[in-house]
């Protein structure tokens, strides 16, 4: 019987966390937008100030998924958010409850944390993801949309300051 074990990345870590960044990308459809490197991710997830956390769930020691997180603030609740940046379990692996385990560890960080919201985007055409999110218990803010901003744009706005 395997033995499923949650841990918080170390620095030692950033070459696995940028593999399962690519991993990731690569199911999504998005390996081309990957940019980050391993300085990149050190500095981000282990200088001063730390921007994110990682956990990696390990199946009997072996690495097999990964969440990336941070801490947002919803001024409405007057608390910390905890948003969950990207969660992925290797495909071999899915069905084996480790994504659920991963969530209900986030979810236990948030409360002992005491944020207000535990939040998370999914793209649209990843229904398997959907359907699990709503098993859960989550559920779709539909009336929201994210802007984002990158490159060029992010340059000529900042310049106007």
Wanted: aromatic residues 14%.
């Amino acid at each position: 019987m395997s033995q499923f074990r949650i841990r918080p990345a170390s620095e030692n870590d950033v070459p696995l966390i940028l593999t399962f960044i690519r991993d990731l990308a690569r199911y999504e459809r998005l390996e081309h937008a990957v940019v980050a490197t391993e300085d990149i991710l050190r500095e981000s997830l282990f200088g001063q100030p730390r921007f994110a956390e990682v956990l990696f769930g390990e199946e009997d020691g072996v690495p097999v998924a990964f969440a990336l997180f941070f801490h947002n603030f919803s001024t409405f609740v007057g608390r910390p958010g905890l948003y969950l940046e990207d969660v992925f379990v290797k495909p071999e692996k899915r069905g084996c409850g480790y994504g659920k385990a991963m969530l209900a560890r986030l979810a236990s960080i948030a409360v002992e944390r005491n944020c207000g919201r535990f939040e998370w985007a999914v793209l649209n055409w990843n229904t398997p993801a959907i359907d699990f999110y709503k098993s859960l218990g989550a559920s779709p803010v539909d009336d929201w949309t994210i802007f984002r901003m990158t490159g060029t744009s992010l340059e000529a706005l900042a310049e106007r300051d």
